[in-house]
T-cell receptor
């Protein structure tokens, strides 16, 4: 049972435009959320996170939005760059000191020059 | 480079066989996590070790086992392999027990296991 879902397997965006990657979750006990980025032949690398006490967290070109009532989070990348082309995974954990991360299936982002 | 190393990078074996995957965490990291990524699946958490002791267990099959050694490297043992065990196996490490807000997990490049 997939508790974290990324329903869009792929996304293509023009360079300079906004990329919006979406993630839905089913477990209302999740209270910490993360985005990881993965290039081919490499492991995932941490990108940005947000706790459930916030609804927005920003780090440079990357912003994560959390809508707890909808059990939905999104990652915005503005402006998108060709180097952002990668697979993006969202992950969630059940408590603030969680050991077990639940990952989505990933969205492959292609930024077209 | 995350500082987490995994060997081998690729492994091809037959059904019924047993294999061992190895992970060396980042220097100083005490926690090691194992994940499985099957085709079209997200990363599935298997197990976590902290300073040599098992700390958390996920969807790990009974045919699979892991351990963390005194030098903090970890091994994931997969036995009686089935076709469905073909997957990417990632190891991650973190400094402490796993407080997600301050304890990022750093992932290795993965071991691709193919069971024929």
């Amino acid at each position: 049972d997939q508790q974290v879902k990324q329903n869009s397997p792929s996304l293509s965006v023009q360079e300079g435009r906004i990329s919006i990657l979406n993630c839905d979750y089913t477990n209302s006990m999740f209270d910490y959320f993360l985005w990881y980025k993965k290039y081919p032949a490499e492991g995932p690398t941490f990108l940005i996170s947000i706790s459930s006490i916030k609804d927005k967290n920003e780090d440079g070109r990357f912003t994560v939005f959390l809508n707890k009532s909808a059990k939905h989070l999104s990652l915005h990348i503005v402006p998108s760059q060709p180097g952002d082309s990668a697979v993006y995974f969202c992950a969630a954990t059940e408590d603030y000191t969680g050991n077990q991360f639940y990952f989505g299936t990933g969205t492959s982002l292609t930024v077209i020059p | 480079d995350s500082g987490v190393t995994q060997t081998p990078k690729h492994l091809i074996t037959a059904t019924g066989q047993r294999v061992t995957l190895r992970c060396s965490p980042r220097s100083g990291d005490l926690s090691v996590y194992w994940y499985q990524q099957s085709l079209d699946q997200g990363l599935q958490f298997l197990i976590q070790y902290y300073n040599g002791e098992e700390r958390a267990k996920g969807n790990i099959l009974e045919r699979f086992s892991a351990q963390q050694f005194p030098d903090l490297h970890s091994e994931l043992n997969l036995s009686s392999l089935e076709l469905g065990d073909s997957a990417l196996y990632f190891c991650a490490s973190s400094a402490a027990l796993g407080g997600a807000s301050t304890d990022t997990q750093y992932f290795g490049p993965g071991t691709r296991l193919t069971v024929l």
